[in-house]
């Protein structure tokens, strides 16, 4: 089992920035990839941004130049900073964990972009 524990969340105008923070703990070995979904009301869970083995980092189109994945691997945490954020960014958001054949999700963090 992995456990995530996000924070970071919150209400910021448009332009601003936050950081979003995913610790993990538990059985964290072999992980494949890990990083951030969000979830906009009536819309389907989307890949954000994530890490890969090896380091690979990947993004959605949508936040290419404006979010910023990064990791401490001493404190099993995966960081992602969102800068120029837009009221389109605004969703839940959520750390996932891919170990195979295993999917783990944190609990979600809500990111409010007003205009």
């Known amino acids: 089992q992995v456990q995530l524990v996000e924070s970071g969340g919150g209400l910021v105008q448009a332009g601003g920035s936050l950081r979003l923070s995913c610790a993990a703990s538990?059985?964290?070995?072999?992980?494949?990839?890990m990083g951030w979904y969000r979830q906009a009301p009536g819309k389907q869970r989307e890949l954000v941004a994530s890490f890969a083995l090896g380091g690979r980092t990947n993004y959605a189109d949508s936040v290419k130049g404006r979010f910023t994945i990064s990791r401490d691997s001493a404190k099993n945490t995966v960081y992602l900073q969102m800068d120029s954020l837009k009221p389109e960014d605004t969703a839940v958001y959520y750390c996932n964990v891919y170990r195979f054949p295993n999917n783990y999700w944190g609990q979600g963090t809500q990111v409010t972009v007003s205009s």
């Open positions: 538990g059985s964290i070995v072999a992980i494949n990839t």
